[in-house]
Each structure stands twice: as structure tokens, then as C-alpha cells.
């Protein structure tokens, strides 16, 4: 047997052990691999969640109440270090006396005698000061009760009884009816707190199936103004949408999920509870031939309209903004820039409205800025991180609904008009978590169309739907909900 050359054999054995290096090597390359993706995933994930965690009402939709203790807020004005309250030198403001006409009793105080000498005084002041104090009486309900007597005829001997009239058969009149409804569409109250209410205030004693069948009958009543009031936005020149989540009824044991929609024009506001946030709802509450314009966030909803008719909301945008900067990066010094542009043209209109900027002036200069802000979102949307990159491609989506405002005087550039109209039914669903139903839904948006519209307005109203439900109830022709001629006219501001 020939001998095995000692190199020979050392380069074998260096051979086979190469290859079962070669091997490791190439399954921990795998193994790499895998844990690789693993940890860009996690990375991923992780900075999605520091993201998430970082949000706040400065930087996305969330609403201020979410913001965690502590969340460091952009100061709108800086501090100037003095304490709350009035300052010294400030106009006083005093409670109003009322004319001698509404006070219902007069208690005359008279000296007797001298605080110096002790002295017998006589006479009245001509002129003397005057203070009044402001009492409630006692309040209790007025109970009106029907006898229907029935008389026997003595010719046909028919028994034959008067009956209640029609608008009397309700075991409640109109005024406590409208106040129970008042209670909930501007105060927000739930069936229980308006029962508990009614006891405590009135002694009036209320089942909440009682309280249920009153909004019913209210609801029936509005209806018209209801109508009424959206064929007035429908014909606006100008008007606020905005859309958030409601509840109505139940679904797999759940409160099933709506939406609430609000159009809000500046004397009239129409509320709506739907099951979609869909397009088709907005068109039914628009019109498909509105042609007012429509100020708005970016919602999809609203794409069918003319984009030359639409004014995204400004306010949004900002938050977008801060949420450049936040997020850091390449993005961020964008957002920066995109941040003093907005500052910029946002002073400006504010001296545009105290009149110390002529309007063509300030058209004039936001020429420039449209420029800029235009190439610094493409700046953004090619060179920022990917998603500042995609908020920055979303929002050029819709540039042309940027700057509607600047050529429509009086167009507000934010849509903070919509969003504090729909504000007190977002603060009543937290309370009341919805409702039970389409029927119920429609006593909601009928009522608080009513409250908020006549709030607007400037009208009484208690009074208006005291007069709504009397005239329904008596198969008459109601009020009508839109603005009187002499109404005073409020102008929309951020």
C-alpha cells in the first residue's frame, strides 16, 4: 500500500474543513438574513409606534382633551408675564341696572336721622342710587285639568261626552315639552338628567318613557324646519362641512358605529346622523348642483365637487406641518420652512381684517407664497422620509383647494367654524353615547339643528320651540327657523 504524502493528506483534511466552514458561513448568512428582516420589520414597527405615541392635537386630528399630562403646546402668544384677570387701568365692566319698566318691586331706603349729629331727617332724594337684586320666584308647573262631561239627551236618550280637544291630549303642554327638549339639544342633557331635572327644578314627575314620547312629538314637529333649514344650506354661497363618528342602535351586542354630519352657514346649521361617510351622504346634504363654496378637510367624501369651489381647511394643514417637524429629518426642515410660510400669510390676513393691509396687497404677496409652498411640498414629496413623502404627495393632490381664499374675500381659510358647530354633539355623545335608533337620530340632529341655528340667529329659543310644537300640535303652520332680514349677521372667523 502506497504511503499517503503527509501534504497530501494536510491539504485534504484543510479541504474538508473549508467546506464545512464554507457551509456554516453560508447558513448563518441565512440566518443573518432572516434576523435582518426581522429587525428592519421591528424597526419599522417600533418608529410606527414612537409615532403613534408622539401624536398629539398639535400634530394630527387627535382633539386637545387625549393630549397626555404634560404634552408641551405651541404658545399662541407669548407670555407677558402678568397675572390673570383684569389689569390695572382696564374699562370697568359692570352689571347693567334694568329700566324702572321690568322691575316688578321697589323697597325705598330712607334715613331717619343724622349719622353725625343724630339729627331728624326728612324727604326724599330726588335721584337715588340704585341696587337691584335678581330673584327666581318659587317655580312650580301649572296643572290645567279637563272635566269632559257627558249629558244624556232627553228626546233620543243618547248619552253624548265632550271630548279633550286635540292639542290637549298630551298629559304635557307645549312650553314643558319644548323645555324638555331645550334640556337636551342645548345642555346637553341625557332622558335620565332631563327627568331628574324636570323633579327637581319644576316637581313635575316624568317616566323616561315619558321623556322618550315628548322627543318623539318634538321630533315630528321640527321636521319642517329641519327641511326647511337644509334648503337653505343647500342655496348658500358659502358653507362649512365636517364629519366625526356617532353611535346609533346596536349591532353584535355593540353600540353600532354612525356618522355625524354638520353643514354650517353663518346664521344656519344642519346636523345628520348616517350609517355612511360615504359621498353619497354628503351629496345628499349639499345637493349635487351646489355651488356655494365649501370649506373642508381632505376627506374623499367631498372630491366630487369643483375643486375651484373648495377651500381646504388651514388649520389642518398646520397640524400636517407639525408633524413634518416632529418627525424629524430631512421632512422636518421642509416642515420648518412650510410652518414660517404659513405664520407669514396668517399675519397678514390678520391685518387685512383690522385694515391695516389693503386687500390687493395681500393678494399681491401671497402670490409668492403659493410658489413657495408649492415647491417646497414637491421638495418634500421627492426627498423627505416616506411618510412626511406621502402627506406631502396627499396634499398637492388637492393644491389647487389650497388658496380658494385668496381670490374669495371673506372665505375663511379653516374650517374652525364647522368644527366648533359640531362640537357640542360630539361633547352630548360622550354622555349620552349615541342613540337607539333612526328615530331617535332624528330628534338629535332636528333639535340641535334648531338650537344652534337659532343661537346664531340671536332668537329665543325656548319660545321658538314652545311655538313649533303648539302649531304642530294644533295642525298649524309652524316658525320658520330661517334668519329674519333684520337678523344680525355674524362674520366667520378662524
Known amino acids: 500500500m502506497a504511503e499517503v504524502d503527509p501534504k497530501d493528506a494536510l491539504i485534504a483534511a484543510q479541504q474538508v474543513r ?12 441565512v440566518v443573518i438574513a432572516t434576523l435582518m428582516e426581522k429587525v428592519e420589520a421591528l424597526s419599522a414597527r417600533v418608529a410606527e409606534l414612537e409615532a403613534r405615541l408622539n401624536q398629539n392635537s398639535s400634530n394630527s386630528s387627535k382633539p386637545p382633551s387625549s393630549d397626555a399630562p404634560g404634552t408641551t403646546r405651541s404658545q399662541k402668544k407669548k407670555p407677558t408675564g ?50 337691584q337684586v335678581v330673584e327666581v320666584p318659587p317655580l312650580s308647573a301649572v296643572v290645567t285639568e279637563y272635566r269632559c262631561h257627558a249629558l244624556k239627551c232627553p228626546d233620543c236618550g243618547v248619552v253624548t261626552r265632550e271630548e279633550v280637544p286635540a292639542h290637549a291630549r298630551s298629559a304635557f303642554g307645549d312650553r314643558l315639552a319644548a323645555l324638555a327638549s331645550l334640556l337636551v339639544g342645548k345642555y346637553r342633557l341625557s332622558k335620565r338628567l332631563v327627568q331628574d331635572a324636570l323633579s327637581d327644578v319644576l316637581g313635575v314627575e316624568l317616566s323616561l318613557g315619558s321623556v322618550a314620547n315628548l322627543e318623539a312629538e318634538v321630533s315630528e314637529a321640527l321636521a319642517p324646519s329641519h327641511a326647511e333649514a337644509l334648503g337653505h344650506v343647500r342655496a348658500a354661497s358659502a358653507a362649512n362641512a365636517d364629519e366625526t363618528g356617532f353611535f346609533e342602535g346596536r349591532e353584535d351586542g355593540r353600540a353600532a358605529r354612525a356618522w355625524l354630519w354638520v353643514v354650517a352657514t353663518s346664521l344656519v346649521v344642519v346636523f345628520h346622523i348616517a350609517s355612511s361617510r360615504g359621498a353619497k351622504v354628503a351629496r345628499h346634504l349639499l345637493g349635487k348642483d351646489f355651488a356655494g363654496f365649501l370649506t373642508t378637510d381632505r376627506w374623499a367624501a367631498y372630491e366630487w365637487l369643483d375643486a375651484g369651489l373648495r377651500q381646504l ?36 390676513l390678520g391685518q387685512v381684517r383690522d385694515g391695516t393691509m389693503k386687500r390687493a396687497d395681500f393678494e399681491r404677496r401671497m402670490r409668492k407664497v403659493e410658489r413657495r ?60 353615547f349615541g342613540t337607539q335608533g333612526p328615530e331617535g337620530s332624528r330628534f338629535v340632529e332636528r333639535v340641535f339643528t334648531a338650537t344652534t341655528s337659532l343661537r346664531l340667529q340671536g332668537r329665543d329659543v325656548l319660545g321658538f320651540l314652545t311655538d313649533t310644537l303648539a302649531a304642530h300640535r294644533r295642525g298649524h303652520q309652524g316658525p320658520s327657523l330661517l334668519p329674519h332680514a333684520d337678523a344680525p349677521q355674524f362674520v366667520l372667523v378662524s
Open 18 to 29: 473549508i467546506t464545512e466552514l464554507e457551509a456554516q458561513v453560508a447558513a448563518r448568512d
Open 373 to 432: 409652498v408649492g415647491r417646497l411640498l414637491r421638495e418634500a414629496a421627492v426627498r423627505a422620509e416616506k411618510k412626511t413623502a406621502g402627506m406631502a404627495r396627499e396634499i398637492l393632490h388637492w393644491e389647487k383647494c389650497l388658496w380658494t381664499f385668496v381670490d374669495v374675500p371673506h372665505l375663511e381659510p379653516t374650517n374652525n367654524f364647522g368644527e366648533r358647530s359640531i362640537r357640542p354633539l360630539v361633547m352630548y355623545r360622550k354622555t349620552s
Open 313 to 348: 381647511c388651514w388649520a389642518h394643514l398646520t397640524r400636517d406641518f407639525q408633524g413634518f417637524i416632529d418627525r424629524g429629518g430631512r421632512g422636518g426642515v421642509i416642515g420648518e420652512e412650510l410652518m414660517r410660510e404659513r405664520n407669514r400669510f396668517f399675519r397678514w
Open 82 to 131: 402678568r397675572r390673570p384677570g383684569g389689569q390695572p387701568g382696564h374699562k370697568k365692566h359692570e352689571r347693567a341696572l334694568l329700566p324702572p319698566e321690568a322691575v316688578q318691586h321697589f323697597v325705598d331706603l330712607v334715613p331717619r336721622a343724622c349719622r353725625g349729629c343724630k339729627g331728624r331727617l326728612r324727604g326724599h332724594e330726588a335721584e337715588p342710587r340704585r341696587h
